[in-house]
């Protein structure tokens, strides 16, 4: 059976600066992972990265690591693009509670994304709340198909 295969590990800081955000979404480093970080409310601001390990089609579940540190819920959504086309993305939408959180998904739910030509990823926290919020992410990775 194939192993995982970690589209980024973000306990290295170098991932880190591959990634880009909109206001007021601000992305740091905190030796542990990637911290998307907003002091106030916001509808819909990301963060996105070009990714170059394309091919998602024979993979099973998409797994983010995360960890919500702010005090309420907040809404996070993943996005993937195929073919750089805005027409081709499939959004993934979950409520994040306080506290460590695994957001997990079937990649075959992309399904307006081409599977096998997946362009770029985007982490986006939706309406934002007047407080702000803060959520730490530390693995994106792909599990493959299981035999059964």
Known sequence: MEPNRV?????DAAIVKKWS??????????NTGMLLTADKK???????????D???????????????LGDKPQMLVFRARSNDDN???SDVHETIPKGKYEMRFPVAGLKKTKQDAITKIYLMTLNVPEDGCKIRVTK????PKRAL
């Open 42 to 52: 916001a509808k819909y601001p990301q963060a996105s990265m070009a990714i170059s």
């Open 7 to 11: 589209i980024c590990d973000f306990s």
């Open 140 to 143: 994106l990775y792909l599990e």
């Open 54 to 68: 394309k091919d998602w089609s024979g993979f099973q579940d998409c797994v983010v690591e995360m960890e919500n």
């Open 87 to 89: 027409g081709q993305r």
């Open 21 to 30: 955000a909109d206001a007021p979404i601000v992305l740091s480093h905190d």
